[in-house]
């Protein structure tokens, strides 16, 4: 495994450089940036049902890291009579063809919930079944993601997982540590809250080892560079399925500035024009991180808005 410890601090991931002519490899999904999309278009032709969609995307505007809360498994095997087993059963092609279709856009980091820390609390079956999937899934999509240059990565406290479930999940990082490609972080075991603890944590011990830690002041930067994201941008979009406005506990730091999108879809319903459709939704979004639409970052030091700030702090001071 790439990091043996997911919660420490790790060192951005070397990346190989460009081959020439390496954009496009056919039956393969790669892509290059100056190529957006045109792995998704050989996928969708004219006539088919998403491509209206995949028109009206903008390529120069894509989210570079989409984060997804897969909720709903439960109440669809319900609607089905069914157990609720086969609703997470039902969840692994949504996430294969989510995977499929970021890596086609040219999305950077695709990071999806797949079992929070608080999910132990589940019937012993249900947990255990959740394991099978996911050995089933890096089993079966590991040649997939090898082929289409996907690296995988796992976030959360993974020392608590059953061995035989860790070792695999070690083994398909290792596998795909030096793939270029999108970057799928599964999210196991993983809870918001203690990723803050860990990294604190993790910035605790280091300050104890080098002897620094009468000194030590804790900023914004040195949570962000010891998160278990360290090495990825933050999530410029959320999404979650089944219609709960929750963020259950989910990348709580990294999402201050996301864009939230929810649909009442049902993970195992969730299909690739569901993701088209949160990306179009995205992209109508006025990003303003705090600050005024269209207006450069700071305050203004000179021009028409200094001048109208100034007098007016000077008009309060001599209220
Ligand atoms: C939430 O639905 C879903 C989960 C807790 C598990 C998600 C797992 C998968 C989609 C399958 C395996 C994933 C991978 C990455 C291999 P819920 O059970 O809480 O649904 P409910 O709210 O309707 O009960």
Redesign the pocket.
């Known amino acids: 495994m790439q990091n043996p410890h997911p919660y420490r601090r790790s060192s951005p991931q070397p990346h190989r450089p460009a081959l020439p002519g390496d954009f496009l490899i056919p039956g393969t999904l790669l892509y290059h940036k100056e190529l957006f999309m045109k792995a998704l278009l050989e996928a969708v032709q004219p006539g088919d049902k998403d491509w209206n969609l995949v028109q009206a995307i903008d390529p120069t505007r894509l989210p570079a890291h989409i984060a997804v809360i897969?909720?709903?498994?439960?109440?669809w095997a319900d609607r089905r009579r069914l157990p609720?087993v086969a609703?997470?059963k039902a969840?692994?092609g949504p996430?294969r063809s989510t995977v499929e279709t970021c890596a086609r856009l040219g999305v950077k980091v695709l990071t999806?919930y797949?079992?929070s820390v608080e999910?132990w609390k589940r019937p012993r079956a249900e947990v255990e079944t959740?394991w099978r999937?996911?050995r089933y899934?890096l089993k079966h999509e590991l040649p997939d993601l090898q082929r289409n240059d996907i690296r995988l990565q796992a976030i959360g406290r993974l020392d608590a997982l059953p061995p035989q479930v860790r070792r695999e999940l070690e083994s398909g990082v290792e596998a795909t540590s030096s793939n270029r490609g999108l970057l799928v972080n599964?999210a196991i075991n993983y809870g918001g809250r203690a990723e803050i603890v860990d990294a604190v944590n993790a910035v605790l011990d280091m300050a104890r080892l080098d002897g620094s830690i009468a000194s030590l002041r804790i900023d914004e930067d040195l949570i962000a560079t010891n998160l278990y994201t360290a090495t990825s941008p933050d999530p410029d979009l959320l999404i979650r399925t089944?219609g709960e406005m929750r963020i259950s506990n989910f990348l709580l730091w990294q999402i201050a500035y996301a864009e939230l999108y929810v649909t009442e879809t049902l993970?195992p319903d969730f299909t690739r024009a569901d993701l088209l459709q949160a990306v179009l939704e995205y992209q109508k979004r006025d990003r303003r991180y705090g600050g005024l639409s269209g207006a450069p970052a700071g305050r203004p030091t000179s021009g028409a808005g200094a001048a109208s700030d100034d007098s007016l702090i000077a008009a309060l001071r001599s209220s």
Do not use: E, K, P, T
């Open positions: 897969m909720d709903g498994n439960g109440r609720r609703g997470h969840g692994i996430v999806l797949a079992f999910n959740l999937l996911l899934y599964l089944s993970w």
